[in-house]
């Protein structure tokens, strides 16, 4: 039988694919950077395969050898360009043309090109892997991939039907079916997950939603929490007096960021306070008008492009951290801010109580959409030292106890022999 695994059957070998790999925030990114190195150092050989923005492999993944195959598209969407028509010169072959031809009508092709530049280029290494893992791809490519006889598993963070879904509710007039348009690879990614046996996810929420939004089959879905770094991720020195940190993509409806804003006015009013955005914020952008109309220039400060230190010391400064998404399917940054030991307002949004707890653990838990409810839990934060004492003790502890990297590593390690014992019972010897 071909592509038998290694003959050491301790050591696999993994092809980890991301269609884009942002290093320092965003979920996918910061997945395949932590797994690919925690596989790695569990003593498993990794390959990733990932297309723009390529992740950024830190020094302890190098030495335990994960390697990077860089998976070009045309970076149409790209900064500082993005939406850019590429000049003729710059097209390779038919797949750049679907890709120019999505963005062209109006849709996201990048999941569909990349799973088709990475199928193509697996099916010549059949024998490198014993093991091929999508993260959150799903495109069409992929059953290429199951056809060459790859054991095959995939991730989903959570279904991007809910992105869908609130980005059509707040658009107005004819850009709601360009809201709809965008999202049209979805019914695709519905089609790819009802045929890949082995699924993860990172949250009992999102196991439900990918059940009802893709219809996938009974037992086809795993759960594994995502882990944080906690001695990066940990508490440091003072707190600056009034400040409130939120990671999110400021623009991006689902993250609840205008209903944050709200809220820092409403507080600012009576107080001081501050607001610092991990964010990229487009100057001509939804959140950049409201600052201007909310008159806050003064109270919110944005930054972007941190490394984890940098992002860690960050958090670690604030006196309260926010995350205000309308839903998510995990939270990674509520569990970066836990494992600071920094206390949260948070939404009852999909997972994120299953994340931080329910009874005032580790945070104050408000419903979605609503700043009235937020600058109230702000408030009451700031007036209650001992209240943020013990919610940043409780949420600092409830990481340790929970949430590591090496403890994703080794649960997805045996998802993958799973998936590789179930394929060869499949395949004739």
């Known amino acids: 039988m071909t592509g038998e695994p290694a003959p050491n059957s301790d050591v696999l070998r993994i092809a980890l694919l991301s269609y884009r790999s942002k290093p320092h925030c965003g979920g996918q990114g910061v997945y395949v950077r932590h797994l690919s190195r925690e596989l790695a150092l569990l003593g498993h050989d990794v390959e990733i395969f990932s297309g723009q923005p390529y992740p950024e492999l830190d020094q302890a993944a190098l030495d335990a ?72 791809c799903l495109g069409y490519g992929l059953l290429s991939v199951k056809r060459a006889g790859f054991p095959l598993v995939a991730t989903i963070h959570h279904p991007i039907t809910q992105d869908r879904a609130l980005a059509v509710r707040a658009a107005k007039g004819l850009k709601k079916i360009s809201a709809w348009r965008w999202h049209s690879f979805l019914a695709m990614q519905g089609r790819v997950a009802r045929r890949i046996p082995s699924l993860l996810t990172v949250s009992r929420s999102s196991d439900q939603d990918i059940r009802h939004a893709f219809k996938v089959a009974d037992g086809a879905i795993a759960t594994i929490p995502l882990g944080v770094d906690t001695a990066v991720f940990a508490p440091r020195g003072e707190r600056v007096p009034g400040r409130i940190v939120c990671i999110a993509s400021a623009d991006a409806p689902l993250k609840g960021v205008s209903f944050l ?142 949430f590591s990297w090496s403890a994703v590593a080794a649960a997805t390690a045996e998802r993958y022999r799973a998936a590789i014992r179930s394929t060869q019972g499949e395949l004739p010897c």
């Open 261 to 402: 804003l709200e809220a820092v006015a409403k507080v600012a009013a009576e107080r001081h306070v501050e607001l610092t955005l991990v964010s990229r914020l487009d100057p001509d952008g939804p959140s950049a008008r409201l600052i201007d109309d909310l008159a806050i220039t003064d109270r919110v400060s944005v930054v972007s492009g941190i490394d984890d230190d940098e992002l860690a010391a960050l958090l670690a400064s604030a006196q309260i951290a926010c995350v205000p998404s309308l839903y998510e399917g995990f939270s990674l940054p509520a569990v970066e801010h836990m494992s600071c030991g920094t206390p949260l307002v948070a939404t009852r949004a999909g997972a994120i109580p299953e994340v931080v707890g329910e009874n005032e653990e580790a945070a104050i838990l408000v419903e979605p959409g609503d700043a009235g409810a937020l600058a109230e839990a702000f408030s009451r934060l700031l007036d209650d030292a001992d209240l943020r004492a013990r919610l940043g003790a409780g949420g600092r502890e409830r990481v340790r106890a929970q």
């Open 65 to 136: 050898g994960v390697t990077l195959t860089k998976v070009p598209s045309l970076d149409l969407y790209g900064e500082p360009d993005p939406f850019r028509t590429p000049k003729l010169r710059e097209f390779r072959d038919w797949i750049d043309w679907i890709e120019v031809a999505a963005m062209w009508t109006a849709a996201f092709g990048e999941p569909l090109t990349f799973s088709l530049r990475a199928a193509r280029l697996l099916r010549s290494r059949r024998a490198d892997f014993d093991v091929v893992h999508d993260n959150q």
